[in-house]
C-alpha cells in the first residue's frame, strides 16, 4: 500500500474526537510511527471504553514500526534539533519514508529537511 503521508499523534486524537478539521485528509492512506501508539494508550486516565476505540483507530492505520535505519536518523535529528524524542521518532519516519507528516504541532518546523503540513487548530 502507497502511504500518502504520516499522521502525528494529535492528528489520531482529532479522529478519536470527531473533529472536523482532519477530514479533508480522511480519503487518502496514512501510517501512523509507533511512538503515537504509545503516546495514545500509553495514558495514565485511560478508560477500556477508551482504549478499545483507539485500538479499533490504531488497527485501521497502517503501523511503521522501529528499526535500524529509523535509529540511525532518529540519533541524526535529535543531535542537530534537540527535538523530543517522540517527536524525533515521528519526524524521522517521515524522512526514511520520504512522506509528508500531518500535525498540529508547530514544533516540528524547526526540521528543515521535513515536507510539513500543519493543521491549524
Known amino acids: 500500500m502507497k502511504i500518502d503521508f504520516i499522521a502525528d499523534t494529535n492528528f489520531l486524537i482529532y479522529i478519536h474526537e470527531g473533529n472536523n478539521i482532519i477530514e479533508s485528509f480522511l480519503d487518502y492512506n496514512f501510517g501512523i510511527s509507533f511512538i503515537s501508539e504509545i503516546e495514545l494508550l500509553g495514558y495514565k486516565g485511560i478508560s ?3 482504549e478499545k476505540q483507539l485500538r479499533d483507530l490504531l488497527n485501521d492505520c497502517f503501523q511503521i514500526e522501529w528499526n535500524l535505519k529509523l535509529k540511525e536518523q532518529t540519533i541524526q535529528l535529535k543531535r542537530e ?3 523530543k524524542l ?3 521518532i515521528i519526524a524521522s519516519t517521515c524522512l526514511v519514508y520520504q512522506t509528508p507528516l500531518i500535525t498540529a504541532d508547530k514544533a516540528f518546523s524547526k526540521i528543515k529537511e521535513l515536507d ?5 487548530v
Open 48 to 50: 477500556a471504553f477508551e
Open 81 to 83: 534539533y534537540s527535538i
Open 86 to 88: 517522540p517527536d524525533a
Open 116 to 120: 510539513l503540513v500543519i493543521i491549524e
